[in-house]
């Protein structure tokens, strides 16, 4: 099995995914990692557009070691790529759909979710290689557009980001999702206290869990 397809599986299990967006230091990213895993979200994507993205990545990974994926976003470009699986990314996530890095991460079996938002969208980054698509932004759409979409791309998982929240996270888990990404639903800034963030992680967590189980 490859890389790419451990890192899969991870995820799908995992459900969750925290996005950490923002002027975060170090610090702030090892204590959030550590509320997240004690409400059950194992899975960390931390974009590139945060200041301490790749200076922290390495640092991150060796801290959490196998209790935590950890993985970049907001990944634009070749160069982005590069660079984020230099410094240690696990998986990386994008806005957009970028040829040139989806062939770059697959060239270095790692994991890429590219950004898709329509059927064109997803079957073209399904034919470059793609299996796991971001589909983003979902606000103005939500759970009943995933539906639609996955009846004729059913071999696709798609993880619903942009407006996931505790309130609708059990409707996307009905609607197909394979996991979902959450930001400012689940992380509001590096000022969040430890305990909401646990909090709110094992809250979207068990709904999560309770919808996938059928509850």
């Known amino acids: 099995?490859?890389?790419?397809?451990?890192?899969?599986?991870?995820?799908?299990?995992?459900?969750?995914?925290?996005?950490?967006?923002?002027?975060?230091?170090?610090?702030?990213?090892?204590?959030?990692?550590?509320?997240?895993?004690?409400?059950g979200v194992a899975v960390m994507e931390v974009t590139l557009n945060s200041p301490a993205a790749l200076t922290s990545l390495p640092l991150l990974r060796k801290y959490f070691?196998?209790?935590?994926?950890?993985?970049?976003?907001?990944?634009?470009?070749?160069?982005?790529?590069?660079?984020?699986?230099?410094?240690?990314?696990?998986?990386?996530?994008?806005?957009?759909?970028?040829?040139?890095?989806?062939?770059?991460?697959?060239?270095?079996?790692?994991?890429h979710l590219p950004g898709v938002l329509t059927p064109t969208e997803a079957q073209a980054a399904f034919a470059a290689g793609c299996r796991m698509l971001k589909l983003f932004p979902?606000?103005?759409?939500?759970?009943?557009?995933?539906?639609?979409?996955?009846?004729?791309?059913?071999d696709i998982d798609f993880v619903p980001t942009g407006g996931v929240s505790l309130e609708n996270i059990a409707a996307y888990a009905r609607a197909g999702a394979a996991a979902v990404g959450l930001g400012s639903s689940l992380v509001t800034g590096p000022s969040q206290p430890v305990a909401e963030s646990a909090a709110r992680a094992g809250a979207l967590k068990l709904a999560w869990e309770a919808a996938c189980n059928g509850e």
């Open 138 to 154: 979902c606000e103005a759409f939500g759970p009943a557009y995933l539906k639609a979409l996955r009846a004729p791309l059913d």
């Open 65 to 111: 070691g196998g209790s935590m994926l950890v993985g970049a976003g907001t990944v634009r470009d070749v160069e982005s790529a590069r660079l984020a699986i230099a410094a240690g990314a696990q998986f990386l996530v994008s806005p957009n759909f970028d040829p040139d890095s989806v062939r770059y991460s697959l060239a270095m079996d790692v994991l």
């Open 1 to 39: 099995m490859t890389t790419i397809e451990l890192t899969t599986q991870q995820i799908k299990k995992a459900g969750v995914i925290a996005i950490l967006r923002g002027n975060f230091t170090l610090e702030d990213m090892l204590s959030l990692g550590n509320a997240l895993l004690s409400g």
